[in-house]
């Protein structure tokens, strides 16, 4: 396991590479060419650049996250070739720079979604939530304006306002997208793009649905284990794979997670380890990573992902905002720098309790 942080890049991101250089055991960073649009290809040059920044600052670039997926792609319109062959040529680039995982996710219209970025926890620190209940009272166009409002003003991954502004034409094409269409459009993106990612040796590593249910009445395929199953048979290469998010898939709490981790050996290629904290059905909130402070269990999770040799790389995922810090929700620097530490002890005893 190589423990990591994310990282949006200059001008994007309140934490700094020479903050994430000072976290004990983090030596590498997820990031990604924030200012792309969906469906743009990226340039060897710019890949190059972000790259030299990252190195410069005596940090490695692990992965990224995320090359996200136009629309026409997940809707499967006839415009979705042209799409795939940008996504193609950004692939060729990464891995002429030596970058070999990326994290997508297949999510319609809306990336992670919640119904508050800045709960407040009796202990004064904020965190995200989402609560069915709240949620069913905004209009999918009313969602963004609710969300941005306590973005703290940063713009926040896969609710490109650009996108943000056409909700309504979006709704209206994917009115016939149901969860088999969805299943076969990736079947054809990843069929489309494994050539790339042979030659390359480039793991893609599909995000879970957050909330792992279709919210406004939007198909979501990435829920459970079954399915996850069902994407890894899509296209049979240990290429195509997973990013673990324990927040992601432990939304449910029917998701067994070190069970989804278990079944999926060999095609885990990325975690995202966090906690969160059931408050009833379709209602939670996150949590700071110690199990204590919510509903999973930090060290089955940890345990299962060193029992089938995960090897890639993990970062912390959301924290609380903690300290006065302002940050986008979620990615301040201090409780995920408090996330990292934990997980690393956690991995640390686990590894030599198995190795004695
Ligand atoms: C939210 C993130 C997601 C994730 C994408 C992957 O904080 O976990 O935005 O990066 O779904 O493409």
């Known amino acids: 396991m190589n423990m990591t942080m994310r990282w949006f890049g200059t001008g994007y991101d309140s934490v700094t590479l020479k903050q994430i250089r000072q976290v004990p055991g983090v030596k590498g960073v997820i990031t990604t060419l924030y200012n792309k649009q969906p469906g743009e290809a990226w340039s060897r040059e710019e890949i190059h650049k972000l790259k030299n920044e990252v190195e410069d600052s005596g940090l490695t670039i692990e992965g990224i996250e995320s090359v996200n997926i136009h629309d026409s792609i997940k809707i499967g319109s006839s415009d979705r070739d042209k799409y795939i062959k940008n996504y193609n040529e950004t692939l060729e ?4 720079e030596d970058i070999h995982l990326v994290c997508y996710n297949f ?3 809306f990336d992670w979604t919640r119904s508050d970025l800045a709960k407040v926890r009796p202990d004064g620190s904020t965190v995200l939530a989402y609560d069915d209940k709240v949620i069913s009272k905004i209009k999918p166009n009313e969602i963004f304006a609710t969300i941005d409002k306590k973005s703290n003003g940063f713009i926040l991954p896969g609710w490109e306002p650009e996108r943000m502004s056409h909700i309504k034409e979006l709704f209206s094409l994917y009115k016939n997208v149901d969860e088999k269409k969805l299943f076969a459009n990736l079947k054809y993106f990843l069929e489309a793009i494994m050539p790339t990612c042979e030659k390359y040796n480039i ?5 879970p649905d957050d909330p792992a249910w279709p919210v406004f009445g939007l198909p979501r395929i990435v829920t459970g284990k079954e399915n996850i199953l069902k994407i890894f048979k899509l296209v049979d290469s240990p290429l195509n794979g ?10 449910n ?8 981790i278990r079944s999926s050996k060999g095609r885990i290629h990325f975690a995202h380890v966090r906690n969160l904290k059931y408050n009833g059905a379709g209602d939670f909130q996150e949590a700071a990573h110690l199990s204590s402070d919510g509903s999973l269990d930090m060290f089955a999770i940890l345990k299962a992902l060193y029992d ?3 090897d890639g790389p993990m970062r912390p995922d959301h924290g609380r905002a903690i300290w006065g810090e302002k940050s986008m929700p979620g990615y301040g620097l201090y409780d995920r720098a408090l996330g990292a530490t934990y997980l690393n002890g956690l991995w640390e005893s686990i590894e030599k309790m198995s190795t004695k």
């Open 107 to 109: 999510m319609p219209i």
């Open 93 to 96: 680039h990464l891995g002429q």
């Open 242 to 251: 997973l990013t673990f998010c324990s927040g992601s898939l432990g939304s």
């Open 203 to 207: 793991k893609m590593a599909i995000h």
């Open 253 to 260: 709490p029917e998701n067994d997670l070190p069970d989804i």
């Open 308 to 310: 089938i040799g995960f």
